[in-house]
């Protein structure tokens, strides 16, 4: 268990610039998955996170192959694959396998890509797993950049995705644009996801974007307590594993994602018990 908990040093690294950086690029992410994850989930798109993850690890492959930023081309790669997903798979009954079609597509090409790239391979790992202590000044950059573009759009567009989100045929007879919408908001989950490729890897993207969505879900159906309190699970999940994975030195993802479980099975109970006492 030494190996998996230890807090010997910490204090010192925390004041070093690398360690604060991961901490705000966590932060950043935290906000941003947090309040996309409420509409991800009643939207249905779990499925379309890990396809978009999958394509930001291309992007990224490219990215190290190319000797450029691995945050830029996790961007391009993602949004890429939203515009695709959105596009493409606005009915219902395509979207799985359009999906399913892109993810194949990108997974092969992005091991490819992979496998011709001669540097650390550290650098491949961290792809799939993350490597948040990595993130330097450009990444952030990028992070912040990306933060305030997703939730401009998402403070703009909120009330008619939401409706969309809720009873997409009522939706569409009251006029809601729903084919500028959806593209719409399959960008705005791609660019959440190329975000946190580099933090938590594209294995485990679904652990910030999908569990507190699904969490928040099991104890309120308000939709801003629900996004409140999937943006305090994200943050905590992520600030939290960043602090747990730092004197072990292990990749963050797996902590980070343990900890989003967690949340979840607690969310579960809660919304359990509430639900007993109501009938009772």
């Known amino acids: 268990m030494s190996r998996l908990f230890g807090f010997e040093g910490v204090g010192e690294l925390l004041g070093l610039p690398f360690v604060q950086n991961a901490f705000l690029a966590a932060a950043l ?3 941003v998955a947090g309040a996309l994850a409420p509409l991800v989930v ?7 996170v890990h396809g978009t993850a999958e394509l930001a690890f291309t992007g ?12 830029v081309g996790a961007v391009v790669g993602a949004v890429v694959a939203g515009l695709v997903f959105g596009v493409l798979g606005l009915r219902q009954r395509e979207r799985d396998s ?6 194949a597509f990108g997974l092969g090409l992005g091991v490819l890509l992979l496998a011709l790239y001669e540097g650390r391979a550290s650098n491949k790992f961290g792809l799939l797993t993350g490597s948040i202590v990595s993130v330097d000044s450009s990444n952030i950059a990028v992070l912040v950049s990306v933060t305030i573009v997703v939730l401009a759009t998402l403070a703009v567009v909120y009330r008619p995705l939401l409706f969309a989100s809720a009873d997409p045929d009522v939706a569409v007879a009251r006029g809601v644009p729903t084919r500028v919408l959806s593209p719409l908001f399959a960008v705005l989950v791609a660019l959440t996801t190329a975000l946190a490729v580099p ?3 594209a294995i485990l993207v679904l652990s910030v974007t999908i569990i507190p969505g699904a969490a928040a879900a099991r104890v309120t159906s308000n939709p801003l307590t629900a996004t ?5 699970i994200a943050e905590l999940s992520l600030l939290g594993g960043t602090l747990l ?7 963050i993802s ?9 949340a979840y099975l607690v969310c579960r109970l809660v919304g359990r018990v509430r639900g007993r006492l109501r009938a009772a």
């Open 199 to 201: 933090i938590v890897g």
């Open 245 to 251: 994975s730092l004197a072990p030195g292990l990749p």
């Open 29 to 31: 992410l935290g906000l």
């Open 98 to 103: 359009v999906i399913g079609v892109v993810l």
């Open 228 to 232: 409140v309190l999937a943006i305090g």
């Open 254 to 262: 797996g902590y980070v994602a343990t900890i989003a479980f967690l």
């Open 60 to 71: 990224g492959a490219a990215a190290l192959l190319i000797g450029i930023s691995v945050s």
């Open 42 to 48: 009643a939207r249905g798109m779990g499925f379309a």
